[in-house]
C-alpha cells in the first residue's frame, strides 16, 4: 500500500490491475484504516480514471457474495449519491413504480453516507427485510416484481472501509462504485451520477459489460432527473437531452423535491407518492425517473415510459408492489 499511496500523492494514476490488486487487499483488510483513509482522500484530489474505476469494480464483484437473478431479467436504478442535494428516495421510488409497471427490479442500496437518508434507512423504516438467501429473493421479484439487494450484506469485505467512510462523510469513489457493483450483474441498469465527468467515465465502464444502459445527470447538479433543469442522458443509442418540457410538463425549483431532514419525514413522502397522496412535483419527479428506467427495459420512448410510470402509481400496482414486499418480509 505505501507504494500505492506513493504513486497516488505524485498525482500518478492506478493501472486497472493496480487498482484491483489495491481494493481487494483493503477488502481483505490487509491495510489499517489510515492508509484507507488516505487512500481515499488522495481521490477527492485527483480524479479516477477508467481504468481505476474498472479495477475497483472487479475487485468488489469477485469478493461479493453472488446472487444469481437471470430467469428475470431484472434492471437495478441507482444514484450515485454524492451530489449534495438532499431529495427525497427517488430513484428507490422510481424503483417501485417501474416494479409497478411490469418491469422487474433488483435495488442495490445501501445507508445513507453523504446524505441524510439512503435507500436502505427507509427500506428498513418502511419494514422490508434485507436478506442475501437466493430463495427469498427470487420470491420477492416473482410475488412483487422487485427485490432488494442490501449492499452491506452482499460486500462483506466493505466492514472493512465503512467506518472510515462514514467518519469522513464525504463522497469517495465508493459513491462512484455502488452502481456498478450489484451481486446479481443485472444485465440493465438506470444510473445517476454526480458530474458530467463521471458519467463520461460510465459510459466506458459500462461498455465494456454489454449492459442497456442509461446514465443521468442533472445539469444542475442533480445524480437524476431532477425536472428543475436540463438532464443529460448517455445510453447504448447515444446522448440526448432531457427537460421537464420532454415529459409534457413544467420545471420544477428545487425545494419542491425536498427530502426532509430525517427518515420519518422522507418515509412519509415515500409513502405520499405510491400512495396518490404526494404533491404533483414529487409524482412528476419519480415518474420521469421511473419512465427513463422503463423506456430503458423496454426500448420505447421516453414519453411511453413516463405513461407506464404514471400509471403504476394511479392504478395502485407501484404501492402493491411495495406492500406485498412488506408481507414477504413479515414471514
Do not use: W
Not at 18 to 33: D, Y
Not at 66 to 72: K, P, Q, T, W
Not at 97 to 116: I, L, R
Not at 209 to 223: E, F, K, P, R, W
Request: proline content about 3%; some cysteine; aromatic content about 6%.
Amino acid at each position: 500500500m505505501k507504494a500505492i499511496l506513493e504513486k497516488r500523492i505524485q498525482n500518478q494514476s492506478l493501472t486497472k490491475d493496480e487498482a484491483k490488486t489495491t481494493l481487494l487487499e483493503i477488502g481483505q483488510g490487509k491495510c489499517n484504516s489510515h492508509q484507507v483513509a488516505a487512500f481515499l482522500t488522495t481521490y477527492m484530489m485527483l480524479p479516477i480514471t477508467v481504468d481505476e474505476l474498472s479495477g475497483f469494480r472487479a475487485a468488489l464483484l469477485d469478493l461479493c457474495i453472488a446472487i444469481d437473478l437471470s430467469d428475470y431479467d431484472p434492471i437495478d436504478l441507482c444514484g450515485t449519491g454524492g451530489d449534495g442535494k438532499d431529495t427525497f428516495n427517488i430513484s428507490t421510488l422510481a424503483s417501485f413504480v417501474t416494479a409497478g409497471a411490469g418491469v422487474a427490479v433488483a435495488k442495490h442500496g445501501n445507508y445513507g453516507v453523504s446524505s441524510s437518508c439512503g435507500s436502505s434507512n427507509v427500506m428498513e423504516h418502511l419494514g422490508i427485510r434485507f436478506s442475501n438467501e437466493q430463495d427469498f429473493l427470487q420470491h420477492c421479484i416473482e410475488k412483487a416484481g422487485i427485490c432488494v439487494l442490501h449492499a452491506p450484506l452482499f460486500h462483506p469485505a466493505m466492514k472493512h472501509v465503512a467506518p472510515i467512510r462514514r467518519d469522513l462523510g464525504l463522497k469517495t469513489f465508493f459513491n462512484m462504485l455502488g452502481p456498478l457493483v450489484n451481486p446479481s450483474k443485472p444485465n440493465k441498469q438506470m444510473v445517476g451520477v454526480f458530474n458530467l465527468e463521471l458519467q463520461r467515465i460510465y459510459r466506458y465502464v459500462l461498455e465494456e459489460t454489454n449492459q442497456q444502459y442509461s446514465v443521468l445527470h442533472a445539469l444542475d447538479g442533480y445524480d437524476e432527473i431532477s425536472l428543475t433543469g436540463d438532464t443529460k442522458v448517455v445510453s447504448n443509442s447515444g446522448t440526448a437531452t432531457i427537460n421537464a418540457a420532454s415529459f409534457g410538463l413544467e420545471k420544477l425549483e428545487p425545494l419542491q423535491i425536498g427530502g426532509g431532514d430525517s427518515i420519518d419525514a422522507a418515509a412519509a413522502i415515500f409513502m405520499g407518492v405510491l400512495e396518490g397522496k404526494s404533491t404533483e412535483a414529487q409524482k412528476q419527479v419519480v415518474c420521469a425517473n421511473a419512465g427513463i428506467a422503463i423506456a430503458t427495459a423496454k426500448a420505447c420512448s421516453s414519453q411511453e415510459g413516463y405513461a407506464h410510470a404514471v400509471e403504476s402509481i394511479e392504478s395502485g400496482k407501484a404501492l402493491q408492489a411495495l406492500q406485498t414486499l412488506q408481507q414477504l418480509s413479515a414471514k
